[in-house]
């Protein structure tokens, strides 16, 4: 029987409301009014309309006086009046009420109970009401018949237009936050990651206010109970290399470390399936069956066989799962202090040795720059590898200037002696376009070893133009690859690629050195 929810408080007056429905009932509406189909796995296939990965240009935070200062504004978090932000408010509030029927799901974020979040999703797409049943907690009946009045409420209208002359709006496609009134409004794009990020954002400013570390990283635990974390941007290898059969899964995208260790912020994975295959990912693949969605895939209409190659929509083709479809994950998804922390780069200019064991300094170093590649399809308008330097590796997310979360890192890196790596998972033997992309076998064998602990006193070389410690030796790996001048067939191009990148990221850390100090900046790439 479903639980009545009064949403009055959200003013909202649709006749038929559909709370936190079965999959089966949301299968059974996206089929029959969303266009969506079953593929052979029991999954379920829809496309996000036009909009096809996040558009961070209309990421909007209402700028209001009591968090206004400690907001990180810019590039990332584009300011909106209070008042703009009512005006789309109530336009996402108005479209809702136009619809016969409307969904709404009721769940948490934060696994640990001292940091849960409880998050209302009202969206009139059945597709969204069960992507977000698989990315958030989902409540015991009891806990819902307890919900109560929500933390956090998304009023998803992504069907509906922003007024592009409303004042402050970017384009047809608005995603606004309000931290004050804990709400979040979607106009013009129905890309399911929007929500999620949405909460995500809203973590990454409630959590280090309480000296909790937010983290755009995933994270897997040993048989000993050993923790390693996993940061990058997507499309590194953070949901690929978590999801390990000799490791339990805590979670591939969101998670907080505080006093007690470390907790996923999500109840599920939200996987790239680009190439997906039962060969390279089997945990993965084996995952994407009744109740997964399947976001902007292809599919043979007549065998329902999904073809993971083809990227005819998109390179952004998504699997949202709960987290209990991977064999081995570990719920509740709270573990201790973490032993290892892997950072994952996508060098496309291929110069960056495989892996590299780092100091302290050379941690927050890498850490404020987060130098990656972009992949293609995460965003609208990236079709191949662009250079990008995402501070924290969760720049587009972060609320708060990146020195806060970068000095609650240090912190817990000295408190716990927890381990650092630098890992790339780019190119090797030259470039974007010359080399050739890292196999994902040899960043498995660099990441057991990691675990195994058999590099923690391995034998390291130090690169001449970037300072880093390169590990020399890691059993099943080509040793040339290791140290990447000795695998360019031309050295002094790699030498003139390596000192192009040493400057941008002296040029980029540049505006973080004085929040970084000496130490910290030293540890950089030597000028």
């Avoid at 949403?7 to 709370?19: F, K, N």
């Amino acid at each position: 029987m479903p639980i009545h929810v009064d949403l009055s408080p959200q003013e909202i007056t649709v006749p038929v409301v559909v709370r936190n429905a079965s999959p089966a009932r949301l299968y059974e509406d996206a089929v029959t009014r969303e266009r969506a189909g079953i593929v052979s796995s029991g999954a379920i296939a829809i496309r996000s309309g036009a909009k096809t990965g996040r558009s961070p240009k209309d990421k909007h935070v209402v700028r209001h006086p009591e968090s206004e200062r400690d907001v990180w504004w810019g590039a990332v978090n584009h300011p909106i009046d209070e008042h703009t932000f009512l005006l789309n408010r109530q336009r996402a509030i108005d479209y809702l009420n136009t619809r016969d029927q409307i969904y709404v799901f009721d769940g948490f974020a934060g696994w640990d109970p001292a940091c849960r979040l409880k998050v209302r999703v009202i969206c009139s797409r059945a597709y969204h009401a069960l992507f977000m049943q698989n990315m958030l907690i989902r409540p015991t009946l009891d806990e819902l018949e307890r919900f109560g009045h929500p933390d956090y409420v998304i009023y998803n209208a992504g069907q509906f237009p922003a007024n592009p002359l409303t004042a402050q709006m970017t384009s047809r496609t608005s995603i606004d936050l309000s931290l004050e009134r804990g709400e979040q409004v979607i106009l013009g794009t129905e890309y399911a990651g929007e929500m999620k990020k949405g909460v995500f954002s809203l973590m990454h400013w409630l959590l280090p206010a309480r000296g909790i570390l937010s983290m755009h990283c995933s994270a897997n635990e040993g048989a000993d109970g050993d923790v390693s974390l996993f940061f990058g941007l997507s499309g590194t290898g953070k949901t690929t290399l978590s999801a390990d059969p000799a490791r339990r899964l805590l979670g591939d995208d969101e998670h907080g470390w505080g006093d007690a260790g470390v907790f996923n912020i999500e109840g599920g994975c939200y996987a790239k399936c680009i190439h997906l295959s039962p060969e390279h990912e089997p945990e993965i693949y084996r995952a994407i069956r009744f109740g997964t969605v399947l976001e902007n895939v292809v599919y043979d209409p007549a065998t329902r066989e999904v073809d993971f190659e083809s990227t005819a929509i998109t390179e952004n083709t998504r699997a949202a799962y709960p987290i209990d479809h991977i064999d081995n994950a570990r719920p509740p998804c709270i573990a201790d202090h973490p032993r290892h922390v892997i950072f994952l780069t996508c060098d496309a200019s291929g110069v960056l040795p495989p892996v590299s064991r780092l100091s302290r300094e050379q941690a927050m170093y890498h850490f404020l720059s987060g130098y990656t590649a972009r992949v293609a399809g995460t965003e609208v308008g990236i079709f191949e590898p662009q250079l990008a330097f995402s501070a924290c590796f969760s720049a587009a997310f972060l609320m708060r200037h990146p020195a806060v979360y970068a000095r609650l890192l240090a912190a817990k890196l000295e408190r716990h002696g927890t381990r650092v790596w630098l890992v790339n998972t780019g190119w090797t033997g030259g470039g974007y376009g010359v080399g050739r992309r890292i196999e994902l076998a040899v960043t498995r064998r660099i990441i057991d070893a990691i675990h195994a602990g058999a590099l923690n006193g391995a034998a390291v070389e130090t690169d001449p133009i970037f300072g880093l410690p390169a590990v020399r030796e890691v059993q099943g790996v080509p040793a040339d690859m290791l140290i990447p001048r000795r695998s360019w067939a031309d050295p002094a191009a790699w030498e003139e690629a390596a000192r192009r990148l040493a400057g941008q990221l002296r040029e980029n850390f540049a505006g973080y050195a004085t929040e970084a100090g000496s130490d910290v900046v030293a540890a950089g790439p030597p000028g």
